[in-house]
């Protein structure tokens, strides 16, 4: 026989509590009964019981199943539900509602934090309709009259805040154990649930929600009561309970698509994949060098607890801005510990891998998410945003341009804020803000090309859909405030020691015209199937910046799914977005295809704007790329759905995946190429280096590292940072103005060295060559000057024994002046 009412105590040790906990539901439950006797029966044709209540014994070790026996022998409408071994409190609620017969459900907890009077409120909000109503200790009108220790409340509070931000977000306290539910809903929700801890009560609201069942939260009165099981670390366990949950949600066909992108990742990086450290990508030309430097200069500095935004190892003595390098806090520092442990060379390849196939599965999520159902055609638009060919390009030593997974969960959550609902604009901008943050700390640049193809798609959307765009106007203006009020203090002082701190510079100069040429765009990458070494070399500055070469195949495939789906807004609107990119990226000026025109160029505004100056404008075309894989996405979404009832209909639908198959595979990358790498030496690897240089001393490579050869920086990552450079690769200031170049600021005795070694041609010494000689060797407090054998190293060894008036000492393959013995 049903019941009105059924109240579920889930009870694990509670021999102290539980028979005045019993005690005080059942005088509770009777007064109420005796009240409304009447109204309970009517309609019943006789007697049917007011409430029933469920004691659940979660294998107890003391007492508690003796008293529950006992109540259960004095009143029939007490119920003892037993397990034989303690499985949490999941278990135990579960077993409780699945055994119940009430068309209302309350659970309480044992000890009565929540007094049984506190039922009324939450009966009154069942009655408005809603599905649940859930105690709560964090809303608007709730009492607390007993507090919890200062620490513990914190570390509740906190611990909560996480849930719901991660879990249900908009529900301030999940864990009030107090909560009245529709009957027949909460036997669905419990029979579908999983979790057997305190996770539980996250996993039934969620629940509620998917199925769009309204829950409201009640402001109760609460006591702390002593005894609690709850403890503080609990918390953590609710949330290692819930990634657990989301994990087991996750469709075998996405682990497959994931798998897929980190087959790509490691057949692209396939020539390191053993023994990176003996590896080299000759085509990222000196960047493998700087960012392993990076990787390694960023984890020596958060052992030590250095300041992780300057650094002296390079460019000694005046140093380097890190915040102003691009180092990629955000990637850097989370794998320290595998800095640590095996090499920069290992973490740096570790990185970029599982980066890259990390962005595929973001731009799978979001395309899935926001466009198409059809999981096939969302992994083929993904794999397009994350490995197109400009991608591959800078994958070769740019991580801060291919490691992008938090840009389609930026726009995800700018697209939030555009669907309007105010009760989440603050949630949403928060979490905006947040992920802006982490992103500044990955690349800022990357952040900036994205707005910019954010703006632009924005733009055509709002004039085609002028109605959503009004719509979406305040709730993102909103959003947007909440942002950057969020984002602004977090990044306030990395920001101003960028652009304020030590060695930071205003702009850097890439030269007069850094755009991409038309041709390009149709073009195809080095590193591409159809691609050719010597067409991408002289449409590109270098094989790092090959930053459009998407191909005329998938360019004509793009058009003709433009006019095919032009009716729709979203279409348009990404046609747009890759037109304008496209055209942005031509520069300040660009010559017309087999003749000599040279006309303006789009880039022109911006070219001195502040932020837009620093930014190589052929990269703008990398905004086409997840544009393109949207488009293409959308295509085949449609063809695969169509088609199916008919013979013209599967040639058709046959016939359009065979050109998408067709316009991407001449742009499919091969793996990058890999080459033995050269050795440190051994006066370096061994150690000997030690016997001279001094402490605060540096060592100074013949000639300085810079950015045509920075091979010494990998000296330094094998000697463990354990002496400084002169000179570098890196971005600083040159000159009054503070202009940024790449390298130090040019001295005499380090660009006649740099000339030597271009040239091979040495100039006659001077006195006034010696006098330079020794103002910059004090400058940099020169410990041991260092030739290392290579191309023209008679003419180097010949101009530094003229400048020391000395002969060098052959130690452990390399040539050496100890300035420690002479002048």
């Known amino acids: 026989m049903s019941v009105d009412l059924t109240v579920v105590v889930p009870a694990y040790n509670e021999e102290r509590r539980l028979a005045p906990t019993l005690d005080a539901i059942r005088a509770y439950l009777d007064e109420g009964s005796d009240e409304g006797s009447d109204r309970a029966n009517e309609g019943n044709g006789g007697e049917r019981p007011r409430w029933e209540l469920i004691v659940v014994d979660d294998g107890s070790s003391d007492g508690t199943l003796d008293i529950a ?28 509602v699945l055994a119940s017969r009430g068309d209302r459900v309350l659970i309480t907890d044992a000890d009565l934090a929540t007094p049984i009077e506190e039922l009324e409120c939450l009966d009154k909000a069942l009655a408005d309709g809603h599905a649940a109503a859930i105690g709560s200790r964090a809303r608007p009108g709730a009492t607390i009259e007993s507090h919890q220790h200062r620490l ?12 719901r931000t991660v879990a249900v977000p908009g529900v301030r306290d999940t864990q009030c154990g107090f ?18 801890g305190w996770g539980i009560d996250v996993e039934i609201l969620q629940y509620f929600r998917r199925s769009g069942w309204p829950v409201a939260e009640v402001p109760v009165r609460w006591a702390h009561q002593e005894g609690s099981k709850v403890r503080p670390f609990d918390y953590v366990k609710v949330l290692a309970e819930l990634t657990s949950l989301k994990a087991r949600t996750v469709r075998p066909r996405d682990l497959l698509v994931a798998a897929l992108f980190l087959a790509m990742a490691v057949t692209l990086y396939s020539g390191r994949l053993i023994a990176p450290g003996e590896r080299y990508l000759p085509d990222s030309l000196q960047d493998q060098n700087q960012w392993e430097w990076f990787f390694a200069v960023t984890a020596d500095n958060v052992r030590h607890l250095q300041n992780p935004l300057f650094t002296t190892l390079q460019n000694a003595p005046d140093g380097v801005n890190l915040m102003a390098n691009t180092v990629m806090l955000g990637l850097s520092v989370p794998f320290a510990p595998v800095t640590w442990l095996f090499g920069p060379a290992v973490a740096l390849n570790a990185a970029m891998t599982l980066g890259l196939a990390a962005t595929g599965v973001a731009w799978y999520w979001l395309i899935r998410r926001r466009l198409v159902r059809h999981r096939g055609a969302a992994a083929v638009g993904a794999a397009l945003a994350a490995f197109a060919p400009p991608m591959i390009s800078h994958a070769h030593a740019h991580p801060n341009f291919m490691v992008l997974f938090m840009i389609p969960l930026i726009i995800d959550r700018a697209l939030r804020l555009c669907e309007g609902e105010s009760t989440k604009a603050v949630r949403d901008g928060v979490v905006l803000g947040l992920f802006t943050t982490y992103q500044i700390f990955l690349g800022e640049e990357p952040l900036l090309l994205a707005a910019v193809g954010m703006l632009l798609f924005a733009a055509a959307y709002g004039v085609v859909r002028r109605d959503v765009a009004r719509a979406a106007f305040r709730p993102l203006a909103r959003g947007l405030g909440v942002a950057v009020a969020v984002t602004l203090p977090l990044v306030a002082f990395p920001l101003y020691w960028q652009f304020f701190g030590p060695q930071s510079y205003t702009s850097v100069l890439h030269g007069d015209n850094a755009g991409n040429s038309p041709l390009a765009l149709i073009s195809f990458a080095e590193r591409s199937l159809a691609g050719s070494e010597k067409t991408a070399d002289a449409l590109s500055q270098n094989p790092t910046e090959q930053n459009a070469f998407y191909g005329w195949p998938l360019v004509a495939l793009a058009f ?41 160029g789009p880039w022109a505004p911006l070219a001195h704007a502040p932020l837009f100056e620093s930014v190589i404008e052929s ?83 013949v000639p300085l590292p810079d950015p045509a050869d920075a091979e010494a920086l990998h000296w330094q990552t094998t000697a463990g940072l354990g002496f400084r450079l002169p000179g570098g690769y890196f971005n600083g200031p040159w000159g009054p103005d503070r202009i940024g170049i790449y390298g130090a600021q040019p001295r005499n005795t380090s660009n006649l060295l740099r000339d030597i070694r271009s040239s091979g041609r040495a100039p006659q010494i001077t006195a006034a060559w ?54």
């Open 560 to 600: 003709a799914i433009v006019v095919r789906l032009w009716e729709r807004a979203l279409v348009k609107a990404l046609a747009f977005t890759v037109l304008a990119a496209a055209f942005l990226s031509l520069g300040p000026k660009f010559r017309i295809p087999l003749t000599d025109v040279v006309l303006p």
């Open 69 to 96: 026996a006992d109540a259960e022998a004095a009143d029939p409408r007490v119920r003892l539900v037993h397990s034989d071994r303690n499985l949490g409190k999941g278990h135990a609620l579960r077993l409780g």
């Open 179 to 196: 909560k009245l539910f529709d009957g027949d809903r909460a036997r669905e929700a419990f029979a579908a649930s999983r979790l057997r």
């Open 770 to 823: 010696r006098r330079a000689a020794r103002e910059d060797l004090a400058y940099w407090n020169a410990g041991v000057l260092v030739l290392a054998p290579q191309e023209h190293d008679a003419e180097l060894r010949a101009t530094v024994e003229e400048l020391l008036d000395r002969p060098g000492k052959w130690v452990d393959g390399v040539w050496i002046w100890d300035l420690h013995r002479g002048s």
């Open 619 to 701: 990269r703008v075309a990398m905004v086409c790329a997840p544009a393109l894989g949207m488009l293409v996405a959308l295509a085949l979404a449609g063809l695969l759905a169509s088609g199916r009832r008919s013979a013209h209909g599967m040639t058709a639908r046959y016939a359009g995946v065979a050109a998408v198959a067709l316009a991407l595979l001449p742009i499919v990358p091969a793996p990058l190429r890999a080459v033995e790498r050269a050795q440190a030496p051994e006066f370096i690897a061994q150690g000997t280096w030690k016997k001279y240089v001094g402490e605060g001393e540096s060592l100074v490579p």
């Open 152 to 163: 513990r409340e914190l570390l509740g509070r906190t611990g909560n805040f996480l849930i």
